[in-house]
């Protein structure tokens, strides 16, 4: 059965019709900056050329978006990188758009689903995907499903406090994950390290020329990712982790993984630990998880 993602982020919209677990057509553009009436004209142009170019009958939408989702109405109550975008009721207006069921779910939780179906996680009971990114965010599936807890806050794992006191995070709270941990921060603590401004990938070049104060840096940043997934471990006990985003990707790779897994398994020493792996879908985990989570949609209207 064939179904359509779409990935809504901050700078682009992207957009893919996944058939038999590939993706048959894709497309993307730039997230208008204006509000929510421009984002949503974009992403409905996206996707009825998608429905008429794809050459498979679509039965379903799934959107994968930044922010807190009210899934019951399918609002999302708020994206923090896209200006004006406030209690959009994102899924009604696209099913009346499209004449398609549409099912909405937070952007980390979809990428999660993508890789636990179809990435790193294929295969397992239970997977825990993590990104880390500018932010840090993540998804738990059990069974196949995305697990959004009481109040669809489950694996929100940047926001964990992992340094009593520490800085203060843009949650508002003080020694999150995120805010030790993340590009931004990253970034933040190597410009402040050697008084200039340094981004997160020139850190990355100097920890790979193991230059002293990266070599700290990036090392503190993998310890305390590591404290963190070890609590994750004992807190819902998955088969298998995966790590993804830019610091990941484009900055540590192995390497990276590598420290971040000896982190692991001394905050979990006597405990089983997950297989901890890096992300395989990249840039298509959005849509293809948002294109995932529309398959149940999609079978109950046809």
């Known amino acids: 059965m064939a179904t359509l993602g779409i990935d809504l982020g901050g700078t682009k919209i992207a957009l893919g019709v996944l058939d038999k677990d590939r993706l048959v057509y894709s497309a993307r553009a730039a997230t208008p900056q204006s509000g929510a009436e421009d984002v949503f004209a974009t992403m409905i142009a996206?996707?009825?050329?998608?429905?008429?170019?794809?050459?498979?009958?679509?039965?379903?939408?799934?959107?994968?978006t930044p922010g807190p989702i009210d899934f019951a109405t399918g609002t999302v109550r708020f994206a923090p990188n896209i200006p004006h975008f406030?209690?959009?009721?994102?899924?009604?207006?696209?099913?009346?758009?499209?004449?398609l069921p549409v099912v909405?779910?937070?952007?980390?939780?979809?990428?999660?689903?993508?890789?636990?179906?179809?990435?790193?996680a294929r295969?397992?009971?239970?997977?825990?995907?993590?990104?880390?990114?500018?932010?840090?965010g993540g998804g738990l599936v059990v069974g196949g499903r995305v697990w959004h807890g009481a109040f669809g806050q489950t694996g929100e794992l940047g926001h964990v406090t992992v340094l009593p006191g520490g800085?203060?995070?843009?949650?508002?709270?003080?020694?999150?994950?995120e805010?030790?941990?993340?590009?931004?921060?990253?970034?933040?603590d190597a410009s402040y390290a050697y008084a200039e401004a340094v981004t997160t990938p020139q850190l990355f070049e100097r920890w790979r020329a193991r230059d002293p104060k990266a070599l700290e840096l990036v090392g503190g940043a993998a310890g305390y990712l590591g404290q963190a997934l070890a609590d994750a471990q004992k807190?819902?006990?998955?088969?298998?982790?995966?790590?993804?985003?830019?610091?990941?990707?484009?900055?540590?790779?192995?390497?990276?993984?590598?420290?971040?897994?000896?982190?692991?398994?001394?905050h979990a020493r006597g405990w089983r630990i997950a297989a901890l792996r890096r992300a395989e879908l990249g840039e298509r985990a959005?849509?293809?998880?948002?294109?995932?989570?529309?398959?149940?949609?999609?079978?109950r209207s046809s």
Do not use: M, W
């Open 46 to 64: 996206l996707a009825r050329e998608a429905l008429d170019r794809a050459g498979v009958l679509v039965r379903a939408v799934g959107v994968g």
């Open 167 to 177: 800085p203060v995070c843009g949650c508002g709270n003080r020694g999150c994950l």
């Open 104 to 120: 909405l779910e937070n952007d980390a939780n979809a990428a999660a689903l993508a890789e636990h179906h179809l990435g790193a």
């Open 286 to 299: 959005g849509v293809v998880g948002a294109a995932l989570a529309a398959q149940g949609a999609g079978e």
């Open 235 to 266: 807190l819902f006990d998955p088969e298998v982790i995966v790590l993804g985003g830019g610091v990941v990707h484009g900055g540590g790779g192995e390497a990276f993984l590598a420290e971040v897994r000896r982190a692991f398994a001394e």
């Open 86 to 99: 406030q209690d959009v009721p994102l899924g009604p207006r696209l099913e009346e758009a499209l004449g």
């Open 179 to 188: 805010a030790v941990a993340s590009g931004r921060a990253l970034a933040r």
């Open 123 to 136: 295969g397992a009971a239970s997977s825990l995907f993590v990104t880390v990114s500018t932010g840090i």
